[in-house]
T-cell receptor, first 115, second 115 residues
């Protein structure tokens, strides 16, 4: 069975600073996908960034980047130049590469960006 | 693109009553997913449809839960004989099948409280 662990329940960062959110996962699969989703207060969850396990290059989306360490089963999210609008719950999610389309989510990290 | 909508947004019911939630996916999306999110946890997969076919169900979806997507458009999730443990946020998401394992687009959720 696959599991996703986010060990930081809450974090805070000053506006314009950089913060890294941690995620580890456990799987015996070789083909899978990893995601970070953002859930702002009282708003729907949206995709931040996605990584295919077969790609060695780390994914980047503007101020968001990941550090994907396949051997260590680690998938951290780095947010650069933090903005007040980045305040949200961040969920790390895993999806097997074939057969299913269900996410397995971690328990989330609540990030607060301070002015 | 009006996004995924869910109705109602909030529901309070008494234990033992039946409740039904509705999800309207993004119009051209042929995959539709249901997740449940309890306080302090990440979303947990319940079931998903491709068009009108229910292709996968979680063991979390007990006999009291039933989901339908009769015409491959909107979906309903019914909980019969509700229990206090059913109190949660019920999230719906949708995606395009041809996009494979890319983003799922989430709705705002229906928050259920069982008294």
């Amino acid at each position: 069975a696959q599991t996703v662990t986010q060990s930081q329940p809450e974090m805070s960062v000053q506006e314009a600073e950089t913060v890294t959110l941690s995620c580890t996962y456990d799987t015996s699969e070789n083909n899978y996908y990893l995601f970070w989703y953002k859930q702002p207060p009282s708003r729907q969850m949206i995709l931040v960034i996605r990584q295919e396990a077969y790609k060695q290059q780390n994914a980047t989306e503007n101020r968001f980047s990941v550090n994907f360490q396949k051997a260590a089963k680690s998938f951290s999210l780095k947010i650069s130049d933090s903005q007040l609008g980045d305040t949200a719950m961040y969920f790390c999610a895993f999806m097997i590469g074939s057969g299913t389309y269900k996410y397995i989510f971690g328990t989330g990290t609540r990030l607060k960006v301070l002015a | 693109d009006t996004g995924v909508s869910q109705d109602p947004r909030h529901k309070i019911t008494k234990r033992g009553q039946n409740v039904t939630f509705r999800c309207d996916p993004i119009s051209e999306h042929n995959r539709l997913y249901w997740y449940r999110q309890t306080l302090g946890q990440g979303p947990e997969f319940l079931t998903y449809f491709q068009n009108e076919a229910q292709l996968e169900k979680s063991r979390l979806l007990s006999d009291r839960f039933s989901a339908e997507r009769p015409k491959g458009s909107f979906s309903t999730l019914e909980i019969q004989r509700t229990e206090q443990g059913d109190s949660a946020m019920y999230l719906c998401a949708s995606s395009l099948a041809w996009q494979g394992k890319r983003a799922q687009y989430f709705g705002p959720g229906t928050r259920l409280l069982v008294l």
